[in-house]
C-alpha cells in the first residue's frame, strides 16, 4: 500500500518562501508523473505543477518563475519550492503520483501566506 505524505507549509508573510515535501511510502516505481496540486478556500484544486519521469516539468501560469517542482526517486520522494509567495498562494497544497494504472493522494498541507 502507497501513501504520500507532504510536508513543509506553514505560515509566512508576502515575499518568503516555503519548501514543500512529499515523501512516498510503499512501492512507488519510477515511472510516473509527480504532480502539486492547491486548493484555495472555497475554490476547486487546481495544478500547480507536475515532473514527469524523464524530468519534463510543467507550470501554471500562475506558478512560473516563482515555483520549481523536483523529485528523488532514490528517496521516493518529490518537492516544491515556492519562492515570492503571495497571499493568493494560500491553501491546501496536495501531492499526487500518478502512473499506468494508479494515483495515490496525500492529505495536503496548509500554505498561508498574509500580506
Known amino acids: 500500500q502507497v501513501q504520500l505524505v507532504e510536508s513543509g507549509g506553514g505560515s509566512v508573510q508576502a515575499g518568503g518562501s516555503l519548501r514543500l515535501s512529499c515523501s512516498a511510502t510503499?512501492?512507488?516505481?519510477?515511472?510516473?508523473?509527480w504532480r502539486w496540486y492547491r486548493q484555495a478556500p472555497g475554490k476547486q484544486r487546481e495544478l500547480a505543477a507536475s515532473?514527469?519521469?524523464?524530468?519534463?516539468?510543467n507550470y501554471a501560469e500562475y506558478a512560473k518563475g516563482r515555483f520549481t517542482i523536483s523529485r528523488d526517486d532514490a528517496k521516493k520522494m518529490g518537492y516544491l519550492e515556492m519562492n515570492s509567495l503571495k497571499p493568493e498562494d494560500t491553501g491546501v497544497y496536495y501531492c499526487?503520483?500518478?502512473?499506468?494504472?494508479?494515483?495515490?493522494w496525500g492529505q495536503g498541507t496548509q500554505v498561508t501566506v498574509s500580506s
Open positions: 515532473i514527469s519521469q524523464d524530468d519534463r516539468r
Open positions: 499526487s503520483v500518478r502512473g499506468i494504472e494508479y494515483v495515490y
Open positions: 510503499g512501492r512507488i516505481g519510477t515511472y510516473n508523473v
